[in-house]
């Protein structure tokens, strides 16, 4: 394993569970008590988490895995998503938007292949990578970096996208449900989300199993606002009946 890839399960497990032992890390992960504590030593230097006697705790609450550390989670099944996502933009569909997140990156390497659209992301990394393809037409948003999904967000950001007429964009979320709706984890990021879906004639949410049914601090918007949600069948069942039931088209990426 990686130490990125290491890194990123180390916070995952802190989310999860308050706290990490070095011996068990160790094992769990399948490497040497001292990698972890090289790990542990690595991560507090970002300021991330606070070294105790035998392992670690959050560096204050960690309600969000920064995204450098995000994109190796379920990454098979964001990638499968991603795909099936992608195809949902007919030949009809001339302007997408793309949030930010690690499934809406993928979808925008799938987009990006195809070519023939205009893109409007108000996502960083996002735009880095669709900069180096010809043939799609790019369009970036101002707004405030939010380090940890490479979002640009705040009042600059809705005001341009209020400007915009989508046919359809694609949202990644903290978490989706029919009682709470699509929620993240910052307020400020939830707003500018809502204002690019706002301008949408179809809105797609992609989020693999882990987030079906699941609520984050900040909500976006209502689940009957969703036109579809791509999602694996690791989902929660009777949670996509619910979505179902608010008009919300299905689709499993197997």
């Not at 706290?19 to 094992?27: H, I």
């Not at 105790?52 to 959050?58: F, L, N, R, S």
């Not at 997140?101 to 023939?116: D, I, Q, Y």
């Not at 036109?227 to 929660?236: E, G, K, M, N, Y």
Request: proline fraction near 2%; hydrophobic fraction near 45%; include cysteine.
């Amino acid at each position: 394993m990686r130490q990125e890839d290491r890194l990123g399960a180390i916070l995952a497990l802190l989310a999860d569970h308050g706290s990490v032992g070095v011996v068990e890390t160790a094992d769990r992960l399948g490497t040497s008590q001292a990698t972890i504590r090289r790990d542990l030593q690595a991560l507090e230097e970002q300021g991330l988490v606070k070294r105790t006697h035998g392992g670690a705790v959050p560096a204050g609450v960690l309600y969000e895995l920064p995204m450098r550390y995000r994109g190796a989670r379920q990454q098979e099944e964001k990638s499968r998503i991603a795909e099936l996502a992608a195809g949902l933009i007919d030949e009809s569909a001339a302007t997408v938007g793309l949030c930010g997140g690690t499934t809406t990156s993928e979808v925008a390497r799938f987009l990006g292949m195809r070519g023939g659209l205009k893109i409007v992301t108000n996502a960083l990394n996002i735009a880095a990578e669709l900069a180096l393809r010809p043939a799609i037409d790019l369009v970036v948003t101002g707004g405030t970096v939010r380090t940890e999904s490479y979002e640009l967000i705040g009042p600059v950001a809705e005001r341009a996208l209020e400007g915009f007429n989508l046919d359809a964009s694609f949202l990644g979320v903290g978490g989706v449900s029919a009682a709470a709706g699509v929620t993240t984890h910052h307020e400020v990021e939830a707003q500018t989300n809502r204002a690019m879906i706002l301008q949408s004639a179809r809105v797609i949410v992609v989020a693999d199993g882990t987030k079906v049914g699941r609520r984050a601090f900040a909500r976006i918007a209502e689940a009957a606002l969703v036109s579809d949600l791509v999602t694996d069948p690791s989902a929660d069942p009777d949670e996509l009946d619910a979505l179902r039931e608010l008009g919300v088209r299905i689709h499993l990426a197997d």
